[in-house]
Nanobody
Framework: QVQLVESGGGLVQPGGSLRLSCTIS????????MGWYRQAPGKEREPVAS???????NYADSVKGRFTISKNDVGNAVYLQMNSLKPEDTAVYYC????????????????WGQGTLVTVSS
């Protein structure tokens, strides 16, 4: 099975920086995209940033200019560099992978990590 494990969350002051990491393991034939989502208390999970297999990135308007998503060359790790953090960035951040485990119809992948908590507070 495919497993995603997030790390790097914690408590940071407003204006500070934090770097999240997601380690990917398991059988993956092809990765379509990897991304970060977040869920604040009482709110629905929302997309934050994504990067596809070709390296193209996409960001939510709320984080553009502050967050940067990247992946390693092998494609088994994805990162989220978060700068100029605001209290409204406080949430549990989840790593996500979409792809295929094989060429069969049952081979589609949509895998989530367990989440890592980011708290922005003074």
């Amino acid at each position: 099975q495919v497993q995603l494990v997030e790390s790097g969350g914690g408590l940071v002051q407003p204006g500070g920086s934090l770097r999240l990491s997601c380690t990917i393991s398991g059988n993956i034939l092809r990765t379509i995209a990897m991304g970060w989502y977040r869920q604040a208390p009482g709110k629905e999970r929302e997309p934050v940033a994504s990067v596809n297999s070709g390296g193209s990135t996409n960001y939510a308007d709320s984080v553009k200019g502050r967050f940067t998503i990247s992946k390693n060359d092998v494609g088994n790790a994805v990162y989220l560099q978060m700068n100029s953090l605001k209290p409204e960035d406080t949430a549990v951040y989840y790593c996500n992978l979409r792809g295929y485990s094989d060429y069969r119809a049952s081979g589609a992948l949509d895998v989530w990590g367990q989440g890592t908590l980011v708290t922005v507070s003074s």
